[in-house]
């Protein structure tokens, strides 16, 4: 189960990684050419007030060795100070690691172009860009690391 991110998609999660243009914390453009080339690539849609997103990114932060071979990239729509907020308490084992980042998303993109139904929504993808799986809602950690194998 999750939280409502919108209308329910129309179409699946993209199958490559569409283009966009995200925003870092320090409001400098991050697009599809940051992405990492080397590692999966695990994108996390979030809202700071989901208890579903929080419960998740907690669950990440403690199982974080199982991450250590991918970069997440979290990604939420709200405001700059919600997002430090929300990392600061739910996400204070990964603030600093090197393979996580944190984006705002100010214009909507991801749910026009990635098509979410729920918060969380996590894709899992491969350093050549091509989705592995997509998971909708409150995932146990065991079934979203299990394709980072």
């Known amino acids: 189960m999750g939280c409502s991110a919108g209308p329910a ?5 993209p199958y490559t990684i569409p283009e966009f243009t995200f925003y870092r914390m320090d409001d400098t453009p991050f697009t599809r050419n940051d992405l990492s080339r080397t590692t999966h690539i695990v994108f996390v849609f979030f809202s ?4 579903h997103c929080q419960d998740e990114t907690q669950a990440m932060g403690k199982n974080f060795s199982d991450f250590s071979q991918s970069t997440l990239y979290f990604i939420s729509r709200e405001e700059k100070g ?3 907020k929300f990392m600061n308490v739910y996400g204070k084992d990964l603030k600093d ?6 984006l705002r998303d100010p214009r909507s993109e991801f749910i026009v172009k990635f098509s979410p139904s729920q918060y969380p929504s996590v894709y899992v993808y491969t350093p050549t860009r091509r989705l592995v ?3 909708s809602g ?3 950690i065991e079934e979203i690391t299990a394709v980072l194998k």
């Open 9 to 13: 998609a129309t179409q699946n999660a």
């Open 138 to 140: 409150e995932t146990p």
């Open 133 to 135: 799986k997509h998971f």
């Open 82 to 84: 919600e997002i430090e």
């Open 97 to 102: 690691k090197a393979n996580v980042h944190v």
């Open 48 to 51: 700071t007030t989901c208890h």
